[in-house]
């Protein structure tokens, strides 16, 4: 059973971390580093199959998340091999398999959101490559009606034949989803940038979010990824900045982290990794400006 935290009333501010040598070693590492909570990969992220989650590392996980009740919730993130929008037989069915066998690893490690990048129209319109994501969605969900976990379209910066470059077609897609209900929506801050939504000034952000609540519900945004981005606004590339180091600033990032509408969601940095010039984590050291600006 996904486990959904009760909502705190800050944001649950973390990073995405490795998996290697086992699941449980993010949430360690997630620990070690006074994050609030972690994202994930559930399998390698460069291989359409992976050994089943070992048993012990399954056990580890759930003792760490039963022995720490404050941290949570969790997120996982798909990979980026899926591509439920394609119309290529081989490559819809593999990217179907893929997405069901990740909804099922969440399951075994109670992870209540799986995050997901709606996929690439190709040669096809946009309308069609939309409604078969949907279809694919549907598809899933009704062969496994016991799963809790809420599979989420990420926004993105649209580039080439991206889907889920504006509200309105992550809209389209959840509302020909059969169970629309159990479908949310994860918002990234350098995609909803670089696809023209300026975050930065106050009247455009709430502009943003008003229209995310008119198309499907603000409750229905249940993650962030907090990402600066190297590129301009409107420029259509995903290329992630340290918080603050970028076009977007500082001033767009406290608009998030103070909104009272996301109080208590997992707020998860994608940022460049390594370490600044004082030797300090570059991921504490990002996750510690987004803290301060909730004073």
Same mark, same amino acid.
Request: glycine content about 8%; charged content about 25%.
């Given at each position: 059973?996904?486990?959904? %935290?009760?909502?705190?009333?800050?944001?649950?501010?973390?990073?995405?971390?490795?998996?290697?040598?086992?699941?449980?070693?993010?949430?360690?590492?997630?620990?070690?580093?006074?994050?609030?909570?972690?994202?994930?990969?559930?399998?390698?992220?460069?291989?359409?199959?992976? %050994?089943?989650?070992?048993?012990?590392?399954?056990?580890?996980?759930?003792?760490?998340?039963?022995?720490?009740?404050?941290?949570?919730?969790?997120?996982?993130?798909?990979?980026?091999?899926?591509?439920?929008?394609?119309?290529? %037989?081989?490559?819809?069915?593999?990217?179907?398999?893929?997405?069901?066998?990740?909804?099922?690893?969440?399951?075994?490690? &109670?992870?209540?959101?799986?995050?997901?990048?709606?996929?690439?129209? %190709?040669?096809?319109?946009?309308?069609?490559?939309?409604?078969?994501? &949907?279809?694919?969605?549907?598809?899933?969900?009704?062969?496994?009606?016991?799963?809790?976990?809420?599979?989420?379209?990420?926004?993105?910066?649209?580039?080439?034949?991206?889907?889920?470059?504006?509200?309105?077609?992550?809209?389209?897609?959840?509302?020909?989803?059969?169970?629309?209900?159990?479908?949310?929506?994860?918002?990234?801050?350098?995609?909803?940038? &670089?696809?023209?939504?300026?975050?930065?000034?106050?009247?455009?952000?709430?502009?943003?979010?008003?229209?995310?609540?008119?198309?499907?519900?603000?409750?229905?945004?249940?993650?962030?990824?907090?990402?600066?981005?190297?590129?301009?606004?409107?420029?259509?590339?995903? =290329?992630?900045?340290?918080?603050?180091?970028?076009?977007?600033?500082?001033?767009?990032?406290?608009?998030?982290?103070?909104?009272?509408?996301? &109080?208590?969601?997992?707020?998860?940095?994608?940022?460049?990794?390594?370490?600044?010039?004082?030797?300090?984590?570059?991921?504490?050291?990002?996750?510690? =400006?987004?803290?301060?600006?909730?004073?």
């Amino acid at each position: 059973m996904a486990v959904v %935290k009760k909502r705190s009333a800050s944001p649950r501010f973390g990073a995405h971390l490795s998996i290697a040598g086992g699941v449980e070693n993010a949430i360690r590492a997630a620990l070690d580093l006074r994050f609030d909570t972690v994202q994930v990969f559930v399998k390698n992220q460069r291989q359409w199959r992976a %050994k089943p989650l070992a048993d012990e590392s399954v056990a580890a996980w759930h003792a760490l998340h039963a022995d720490h009740s404050d941290f949570g919730p969790v997120v996982a993130h798909g990979t980026y091999l899926i591509n439920l929008a394609s119309g290529d %037989k081989t490559l819809q069915e593999r990217s179907y398999a893929a997405f069901v066998d990740e909804l099922l690893r969440c399951d075994q490690l &109670a992870i209540p959101y799986l995050v997901f990048h709606p996929g690439a129209a %190709k040669d096809d319109a946009r309308n069609v490559a939309l409604r078969r994501v &949907a279809r694919m969605l549907s598809r899933a969900l009704r062969a496994h009606p016991e799963l809790e976990v809420m599979p989420l379209l990420e926004t993105t910066a649209g580039q080439g034949t991206t889907l889920g470059a504006t509200l309105e077609e992550l809209s389209a897609i959840i509302e020909q989803v059969a169970q629309p209900e159990r479908v949310g929506v994860c918002f990234d801050s350098c995609h909803v940038f &670089a696809a023209g939504y300026d975050i930065r000034d106050p009247e455009t952000y709430e502009s943003m979010v008003a229209r995310a609540d008119e198309l499907f519900g603000v409750d229905r945004i249940r993650c962030w990824h907090l990402n600066d981005s190297q590129q301009p606004l409107g420029s259509r590339r995903d =290329r992630h900045a340290e918080i603050g180091q970028g076009c977007i600033g500082f001033r767009g990032f406290r608009h998030i982290v103070r909104d009272p509408r996301f &109080a208590g969601l997992p707020m998860v940095i994608e940022t460049p990794k390594g370490e600044d010039e004082r030797g300090r984590d570059l991921d504490v050291v990002n996750v510690g =400006r987004l803290r301060r600006m909730r004073r």
